[in-house]
């Protein structure tokens, strides 16, 4: 659905809402897919036309819009819901998501909600919450379907038809012993087209791919993108197969950690985009950062005051401080971006001898490409003496800087992780500071030694 779909739909709702007329509003919504309410609901600026329009909602439709939804709205709406109503509504989800929401309420309405759900599914919620809600255990679903290995492939069918209202997509068939322990698993297209009395230990491929109970969510994203996964199982530290975790949790999980690492590294939480925060909460979160980048700022200035004498007797040395800055700057934000984002996806690149060896080969040929159309532009510089050699000083200087600046934007997020700082947000102010501080060190160095010995 586009913005323009939308803002027409909005407006028919709106003028629904006011005339009233409930039995279209419900039409309307049996026509839309859950992923677009929700995009209409977090759209409607007016709570009480918000909370009318998701009244209207039946429990099953209601269950995957909450899902959809960002954390704000969820929390506005599940807020302003009755026990009964809420009740119905968590019935209808799956474990995972079900757990979610739980997890989100007061501790007194989460009593009164589990207290008014299925037996059977309270019990799963209760299993899942005693997880942390980052690993494998708190994105889990504990709708799978298991045989054990010496039943057959029809005995595997009549599983799956039997649970097919309860589990919305099967991608594999997990294969236990007697004793729970996953000992192998057969995708959907390869049980289906075997012997209906074949043995299913027979035709279950031993070599799972399966994650523990306690993993990082994002270890397991990086699982199942590399292996191409589209379900992979949970394991107990005893081998029992407790969960599985399918494609779709994957990618909210890679969607939640782009966002945490985007917002980081502006030195910000996602939370902060979301709602309103406490001014000093969000100032005592971004203002050590900005203290440590003012201090490399007046060390910069520091050097700069030692090298007056040499730009009041070459003025054109200060047009190009600049430039100077700027490069290595950029360099060193590449560098590191690069660097973060392997570490982040667990990628073999971020052995720190391969990234260092890697980058400064990059490094190298980028300084010396600049450094040579500087050095050329200084040949056309107006009001320079002896071009020639003021070009291949800054123009050295310039490479030298660009290597400096990409070599300390590769060591210095692998240095901040070593102290468990977060790379993502601490690295930017230290590849300002250092390219600063160094950057200008280096170049007026330069200039002071063609003022010297050259000029």
């Known amino acids: 659905m586009d913005s323009i779909d939308r803002k027409k739909i909005i407006e028919n709702i709106l003028h629904l809402i006011k005339n009233n007329d409930e039995h279209s509003l419900k039409e309307l ?65 799956d474990s995972d998501d079900a757990a979610d929401i739980v997890a989100e309420l007061p501790e007194q309405i989460q009593e009164q909600v589990l207290a008014n759900i299925e037996p059977q599914d309270r019990d799963e919620v209760e299993k899942l919450l005693v997880h942390d809600e980052d690993s494998a255990g708190g994105i889990m679903a504990l709708e799978y379907i298991a045989v054990y290995e010496d039943q057959i492939v029809d ?22 012993d007697r004793g ?13 087209l075997r012997n209906p009395k074949r ?72 939370e902060e985009t979301l709602q309103e925060k406490s001014t000093f909460r969000i100032t005592k979160n971004r203002l050590p950062w900005l203290i440590v980048a003012f201090t490399g700022e007046l060390m910069a200035a520091m050097v700069l005051s030692r090298f007056e004498v040499s730009l009041a007797e070459l003025a054109a040395l200060t047009c190009f401080i600049p430039v100077i800055m700027a490069m290595g700057g950029n360099a060193g934000i590449q560098s590191s971006t690069t660097v973060v984002r392997s570490m982040a996806l667990n990628e073999s690149g971020t052995i720190l001898k391969e990234s260092f060896n890697r980058e400064f080969r990059v490094a190298l040929l980028n300084g010396l490409s600049i450094g040579i159309m500087l050095a050329l532009v200084i040949q056309i510089w107006p009001k320079i003496e ?33 102290f468990n700082i977060d790379p993502a947000i601490a690295t930017g102010p230290f590849i300002t500071t250092s390219n600063d501080v160094l950057g200008l060190l280096i170049y007026l160095s330069m200039a002071t030694f063609y003022l010297k010995h050259l000029r």
């Open 199 to 270: 043995v299913i230990k027979d035709i279950m491929h031993t070599d799972v791919i399966s994650v523990g109970v306690d993993m990082d969510q994002q270890e397991v994203a990086n699982i199942v993108r590399k292996y191409n996964l589209s379900a992979v199982p949970v394991v107990d530290r005893y081998k029992r197969l407790v969960g599985r975790i399918t494609v779709d949790d994957i990618v909210d999980v890679l969607h939640e950690e782009a966002n945490e690492d985007i917002h980081h590294m502006a030195g910000i939480t996602y």
């Open 386 to 418: 002896n071009p020639i050699y003021l070009g291949a000083i800054i123009g050295f200087s310039m490479m030298i800087v660009i290597i400096n600046s990409t070599l300390f934007g590769t060591v210095i997020p692998y240095a901040l992780n070593r």
């Open 155 to 176: 005995d595997a069918i009549r599983e799956i038809r039997s649970r097919a209202e309860e589990i919305d997509e099967v991608f594999y068939i997990y294969a236990v």
């Open 180 to 192: 729970n322990r996953l000992v192998g698993v057969v995708p959907m297209k390869s049980l289906f």
């Open 29 to 93: 919504i049996e026509d839309t897919h859950p992923a677009d309410l929700a995009e209409i609901l977090q759209a409607l600026d007016d709570d009480d036309k918000r909370d009318y329009l998701f009244g209207l909602m039946s429990a099953e439709t209601a269950s995957y819009v909450v899902t959809e939804l960002d954390e704000v709205t969820r929390q506005d709406i599940v807020s302003d819901l009755g026990t009964d109503r809420l009740s119905a509504i968590v019935d209808e989800m």
